[in-house]
């Protein structure tokens, strides 16, 4: 009998059993994985050191960017491939390697189908033109996760921003220990969300680091931004945010 490999099987659906549905792995993922076990005794899969997220219509907006396509650049990590060659949170990656990055849940595979130590050209969409960016993978397995720093402010008292009608105060020092971030971050914590808040989807204790693209390093820093925006014409406020789980996010919102 002679056959060839198109899967492998890696589960069943059912509570106690096969039910005729089942789940398996793609013979040319797998392998990839079998020739590095094979030659190194593990695998190696690239990284790029960035945190992404789907760019919305609100983003996309904001950007200027045509449609809302490629991965959001949420967040980069200290000392990561994409950190050395110069990848910015706020960047939207639209190509990797030659191939074109339509929406973010591309970009993972690609990256990590990509050999380590490779130099690939990533195009990216920030300041409203497309420029080129050199970056040499590092490998996923051996790669660190954001470490623990600290930053010195002061905390003063809670300030309500009328127009997101959300109660927010500075971020201090306490706050980057106890959640681990970044040393240089700086923004405001929300300690209220109005139920008829346009950002009410966000949770007290997520902290607000950037309003189109400016860092936020006291609460009149936010005030001023929000004041512009209504004055635009457009009236579409791109904030940066960390949530509850200490992950960087971009949120679009139009304002009244």
Known sequence: ?????????????????????????????????????????????????????????????????DDPRGALVASVADGSPSDDAGIKPGDIILEFDGKIINEMNELPKIVAATDVGKKVKVKVWRNQREIIKDITLGRLETSTDFKAQG????????????????????????????????????????TNIQKDSPINFLEVNDVIVEAQKKKINTIGDLKNVIDKTLRSSEKTLLIAIYNNQNQRRYIGVKLN
Request: net charge neutral; hydrophobic share 40%; glycine share 10%.
């Open 151 to 190: 930053q010195v402010t002061q905390k003063p008292k809670e300030n309500v921003i009328e127009e997101l009608k959300i109660t927010v105060r500075l971020l201090d020092k306490k706050d980057i220990t106890e959640r681990n971030l970044p040393k240089e971050t700086s923004g405001v914590v929300i």
């Open 1 to 65: 009998m002679v056959g060839d490999v198109i899967g492998i099987n890696t589960a069943i659906l059912g509570p106690s059993g096969n039910i005729g549905i089942g789940f398996s792995i793609p013979s040319n993922n797998a392998k990839r994985v079998i020739n590095q076990l094979i030659e190194f005794g593990e695998t190696k899969r690239g990284w790029l050191g960035v945190r992404i997220q789907y760019v919305t219509n609100e983003i996309a907006d904001v950007e200027k960017l």
